[in-house]
């Protein structure tokens, strides 16, 4: 309004100085007098719609001119100002169009349409055209802002993000938007046009409020907008609690993942291709974890709104104990030590390694390392050690040549009655020793009459026949990578070395106790006795007297038996007893004869006999004198041999001395292999003096049963 009464006052102004002109032309009589319009040139109104609103003209030079106005090139109003006749207006625009008494345009109510150009020319004839032109601008009061955004939400990433706006009513000539209550200028970011503000390449940070001022002459509104930039997931966070290098089996832990995102996104966790629905949240606790479990997880997180999807790995290492021990063992490989080192089961498979052979080179769970057989070898004790992630442990093996040993004899009886000898060589060797085996210089392979064990430490000899057993003489070799210890056996025909007789208190029950060589080839015993017969346990048949003549069985003892017990004595009379060892049919040289009863020498008989034979021990004694001077001479040479129990001729004299040592021998086992040694050792060094010592004894071939 206060426009409208600037612009009123202003043409007054005009209007007298286009009368002052006026009135100049007439005084100073101006032929040349010309048409003036004014507000010359372009004039700008703007209206309010629904307004009445006049286009002001004021004009000079001639009276009654012709007013005609022009909407754009239109013409709309045409009048002779002064003449009575009413305004000739166009019929679209009677209802608003209106020519004032000095030719102004009057809108009355003007409508929104009526913005335009108008242009008022004044004529007279004779005189040029003048002209004056107006732009009309309408405008309503701006209405009911409306923000709208394109697409519907922002995502971090997308290319642009539109906010738009709309009026219910009335067109804004200004615009301005605000971001935060910042202005917001165009740039590489920002573009402001006309009905909408582009975002390029929109942020996370661009979230929050924009607001839209809106203004034209008649009005201003705002209007606001809340703006969330969706985004993510982001790198995702994956975490194992607790924090550890590795698990072991059995264990609980808890697996979490995540990531920044608007909306959150969800998490999901697959492991080996399937999806694990046991996860919340992106939390998945594995308890009592398995080994089976260990392996590459994977977390999934997606933006539920805008469908983006990340993935991250995680490695779960879930380690099992193997089970036991490591095992060690050390066996022969062609002539080479294979040391073996194993320690089964477990995640991950232990790393085994003997750094003492060769610190480059190790196995997982399986260790086979060959080494030449070397003398330092020999007895060193091998560390394996066994490196698991969740213990350490080691295990030791020794390699050792064959130790001294002693073969051991067993005979048997099968049941065709033949007599199978069974000679054993088991030598303590790391790894086990084999044991090939020769008769003299022949080598003794499997087959029906020698046969082998598989283990090759037994040579069963079948059908032994022991009336050639002197020439019998077995070797047997121990071998292994580091050594070999070798052992003759020759074998002896059945024969006792050592007996004793042992009496009970009252002289009823006597135990004998007997040896023999351990290479004697012995089935079974004849325990023999001479003198009264024994008393019947019946007391009606006791204390007869009969005396036989000789030794006759009684008794009769499998190969294995060693002691006989022999009772319902008479302790008044008189008994003998000896032993006879046998090999089937074959029965060797009896035993030395043990004698029980009464006091000998203590009867009167006896005194006498003593004192006679007093003069007979003499003699007897030098000549005894005299042959332990002839062994003692023969000693000097062959001592060590000699006492081997090899005759049977002088086994009575020297069975105390001689035949001890074989009887521990064959109780003892192993016990004492040195005393064995020099026993078994003798026979070759021997051989050259032995038939002028002794004869071959003559096998005796049993003619009773
Ligand atoms: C506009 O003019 C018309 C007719 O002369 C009149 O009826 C009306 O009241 C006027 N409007 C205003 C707002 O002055
Ligand atoms: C009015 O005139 C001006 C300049 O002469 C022109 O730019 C404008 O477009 C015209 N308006 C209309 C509605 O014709
Ligand atoms: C208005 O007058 C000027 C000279 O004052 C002239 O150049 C122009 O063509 C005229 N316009 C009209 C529409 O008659
Ligand atoms: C426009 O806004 C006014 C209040 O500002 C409200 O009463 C009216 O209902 C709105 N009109 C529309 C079409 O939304
Ligand atoms: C948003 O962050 C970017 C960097 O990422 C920065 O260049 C920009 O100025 C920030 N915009 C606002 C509105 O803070
Ligand atoms: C927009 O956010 C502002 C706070 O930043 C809050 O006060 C206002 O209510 C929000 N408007 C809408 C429409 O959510
Ligand atoms: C995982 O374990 C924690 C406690 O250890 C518990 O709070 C959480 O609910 C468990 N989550 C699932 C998915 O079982
Ligand atoms: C995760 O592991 C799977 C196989 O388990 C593989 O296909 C995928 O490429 C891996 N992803 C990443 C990010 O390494
Ligand atoms: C150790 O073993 C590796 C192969 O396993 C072999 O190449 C290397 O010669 C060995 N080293 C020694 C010192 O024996
Ligand atoms: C072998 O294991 C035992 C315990 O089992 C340990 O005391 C010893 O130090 C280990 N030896 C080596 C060489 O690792
Ligand atoms: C037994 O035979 C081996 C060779 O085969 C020989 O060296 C040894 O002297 C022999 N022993 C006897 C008692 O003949
Ligand atoms: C010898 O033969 C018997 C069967 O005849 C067999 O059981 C044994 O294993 C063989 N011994 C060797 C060392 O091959």
């Known amino acids: 309004m206060t426009w409208q009464t600037q612009s009123i006052a202003k043409r007054e102004k005009e209007l007298r100085a286009v009368l002052l002109a006026f009135m100049l032309c007439i005084t100073f009589q101006g032929a040349n007098c010309q048409l003036q319009v004014s507000p010359p040139g372009h004039t700008l109104v703007n209206a309010k719609a629904g307004s009445n609103v006049t286009l002001t003209v004021s004009f000079s030079g001639a009276a009654d001119p012709v007013i005609r106005w022009f909407m754009d090139k239109l013409p709309v109003a045409t009048w002779t100002v002064g003449a009575t006749s009413p305004p000739d207006i166009s019929d679209d625009h009677e209802e608003v169009l209106r020519i004032g008494p000095d030719g102004s345009l009057t809108f009355v109510n003007v409508p929104l349409g009526y913005s335009n150009n108008y ?3 004044i004529t007279k004839s004779g005189m040029d055209t003048a002209n004056t032109t107006f732009t009309l601008k309408v405008y309503e009061s701006i209405q009911n802002v409306t923000l709208s955004t394109m697409p519907d939400y922002a995502s971090e990433g997308a290319d642009r993000f539109t906010l738009k706006y709309s009026t219910l009513q009335g067109a804004a000539e200004q615009w301005m938007w605000f971001f935060n209550g910042m202005e917001i200028k165009s740039d590489s970011h920002y573009s402001v046009e006309e009905k909408s503000l582009v975002i390029s390449r929109p942020k996370r940070n661009d979230t929050g409020r924009y607001k839209l001022f809106l203004k034209n002459p008649f009005s201003t509104a705002t209007a606001h907008k809340n703006v969330t930039v969706l985004y993510g997931p982001d790198e995702p966070i994956l975490e194992v609690s607790p924090a550890q290098p590795f698990y072991a089996s059995g264990e609980s832990l808890s697996l979490s993942c995540q990531a920044d995102g608007l909306p959150t996104p969800s998490a999901a966790w697959t492991f080996g291709g399937q999806t694990l629905s046991d996860s919340h949240n992106g939390v998945l606790n594995l308890t009592n974890a398995q080994a089976s479990q260990g392996g590459i997880y994977s977390c999934t997180l997606l933006n539920e709104k805008t469908g983006a999807r990340r ?7 879930i380690y099992e104990r193997p089970l036991g021990n490591p095992q060690c063992s050390v066996q022969s490989v062609n002539s080479d030590l294979q040391y073996h080192c194993q320690w089964l089961g477990g995640t991950p498979m232990a790393q085994l390694s003997f750094p003492q052979l060769n610190t480059t080179s190790s196995g997982a769970g399986d260790l086979s390392l060959t080494v030449t057989a070397s003398d330092d070898l020999n007895g060193k004790t091998v560390t394996c050690i066994a490196a698991h992630p969740l213990l350490q442990n080691n295990c030791t093996v020794t390699a050792r040549g064959p130790v001294e040993f002693l073969p051991s004899v067993r005979t048997t009886v099968d049941l065709d009655g033949k007599i199978v000898v069974a000679i054993q060589c088991v ?3 790391s790894p086990k020793a084999v044991v090939s085996w020769s008769k003299g210089d022949e080598v003794i392979s499997n087959g029906t009459k020698y046969q082998i064990s598989a283990d090759t430490t037994q040579l069963r000899i079948r059908d032994f ?21 070798r052992r003759d056996t020759q074998l002896q025909g059945p024969t006792i070395s050592d007996s004793s007789l042992f009496p009970n208190q009252d002289g009823t029950i006597i135990t004998l106790t007997w040896e023999v060589p351990p290479t004697a080839v012995v089935t079974g015993f004849d325990i023999q006795m001479k003198g009264p017969d024994l008393r019947s346990v019946s007391r009606n048949s006791s204390q007869t007297k009969s005396t036989s003549s000789g030794f006759r069985s009684i008794q009769r003892k499998p190969g294995s038996a060693r002691s ?10 008189t008994y003998r007893f000896r032993i006879i060892a046998r090999a089937g049919m074959t029965e060797g040289d009896p035993s030395e004869v043990h004698r029980i009863g009464p006091g000998d020498g203590l009867s009167g008989p006896a005194i006498a006999g003593i004192a006679a034979g007093i003069p007979c021990s003499l003699l007897f004694l030098f000549l005894l004198l005299g042959l332990i001077y002839t062994c003692v001479y023969y000693y000097k040479d062959k001592s060590p041999q000699a006492r081997y129990p090899v005759s049977r001729t002088i086994e009575k004299a020297v069975a105390a001395q001689s035949d001890m040592t074989p009887h521990n021998l064959l109780t003892g086992g192993l016990k004492s292999p040195p005393d064995y040694n020099r026993l078994h050792q003798a026979p070759s060094e021997r051989s050259v003096a032995l038939p002028t010592f002794v004869p071959p004894p003559p096998v005796r071939v049993a003619t009773t049963v």
Do not use: H, W
């Open 311 to 317: 993935q991250k790995n995680m490695t779960v290492l």
């Open 119 to 121: 242009t008022m020319e």
């Open 427 to 429: 030598s303590e060797a």
């Open 564 to 573: 006989a017990d022999v009772s319902v004595l008479d302790p008044e009379l």
């Open 465 to 485: 026949n022991v009336s050639s057993f002197l020439i019998k003489n077995y070797t047997c070799i121990c071998r292994n990578p580091l050594g070999s210890q």
